[in-house]
């Protein structure tokens, strides 16, 4: 059975790509900084949970460590937003979304690399965003962390090649969960507009699909990745956008 490690697994995408996964028959170590709740989980006899708060490097080695079995598929998508312009920007904020978007990934790649490389076969799916991609106003933080994410994808995907690693980043628009929710609280606030107006005109103002996302079609293209039939495509940026990028 292989195994796959997700982080933010208690919530949004990561909970969907665990339970996916599990129904997939994986073997599957959920973990989050927040208690996961099991009983949510519907294959939760395939899944185990950790609490750990990612910007704890040695937590997060020691996880690795204390799974025992090696893990096969490594699922970096823990994350949060913090929306605010740059002068207000609190360093500390900041600091804490790169060790969590960005060295939380390289610690845990580093911690199951081995194993990967003794087997021979090994996935690392990042979930970056289209703000790997391009920038938006107020997000200065999160868009350098999605984007140093995306460049570690490509590293990785160069140094797994020989070993049967293979290593891509998931470049999502706006999907619905509650991170999104808070941010489009955030930005009424911010702009002083209705919060139906920041769904219309300011998420998905560039998009040419106007609907948000469901963290199943994130979930399912993951899933993809892990197949033996994704065993050459690596380190590439897979944007699933609402055709926001097009343009
Ligand atoms: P979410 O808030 O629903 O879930 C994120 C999870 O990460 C939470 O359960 C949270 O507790 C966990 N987490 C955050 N900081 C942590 C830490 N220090 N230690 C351990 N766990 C921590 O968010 P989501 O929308 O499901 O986002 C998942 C990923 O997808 C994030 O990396 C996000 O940047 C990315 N993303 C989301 C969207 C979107 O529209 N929702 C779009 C593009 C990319």
Redesign the pocket.
């Known amino acids: 059975m292989r195994t796959a490690l997700v982080?933010?697994?208690?919530?949004?995408?990561?909970?969907a790509i665990a339970i996916q996964l599990a129904q997939s028959g994986y073997k599957v170590l959920a973990?989050?900084?927040?208690v996961i709740a099991e009983a949510e989980l519907t294959h939760s006899k395939s899944i185990e949970t950790a609490t750990?708060?990612?910007?704890d490097f040695k937590a997060c080695r020691a996880l690795v460590k204390d799974f025992g079995a090696g893990i096969d598929v490594l699922v970096n998508?823990?994350?949060?937003?913090h929306v605010c312009a740059i002068e207000d920007f609190p360093l500390a904020t900041w600091q804490?979304m790169q060790?969590?978007?960005v060295t939380?990934p390289f610690v845990l790649t580093q911690a199951v690399w081995p194993a990967m490389k003794a087997k021979g076969w090994g996935r690392i799916i990042n979930?970056?965003?289209?703000?790997g991609l391009v920038a938006s106003l107020y997000k200065s933080s999160?868009i350098t962390a999605?984007h140093g994410l995306i460049g570690l994808t490509k590293t990785l995907a160069l140094e797994g090649g020989e070993h049967g690693i293979t290593a891509n980043a998931i470049?999502?628009?706006?999907?619905?969960?509650?991170?999104?929710e808070?941010?489009i609280a955030d930005q009424a606030r911010l702009l002083n507009i209705p919060e139906e107006q920041v769904i219309s005109d300011v998420m998905l103002k560039n998009a040419a699909i106007k609907r948000?996302?469901s963290?199943d079609e994130?979930a399912a293209m993951a899933l993809y990745l892990c197949t033996d039939a994704a065993g050459c495509v690596t380190g590439s940026s897979w944007t699933i956008d609402q055709g926001w990028t097009a343009q």
């Open positions: 982080t933010g697994a208690a919530s949004g995408i990561g909970k973990v989050d900084q927040h750990i708060d990612l910007s998508n823990a994350g949060f937003q804490k060790d969590v978007m939380a979930i970056a965003s289209v703000h999160y999605k470049c999502p628009g706006y999907v619905r969960t509650p991170l999104v808070s941010q948000l996302l963290a994130i």
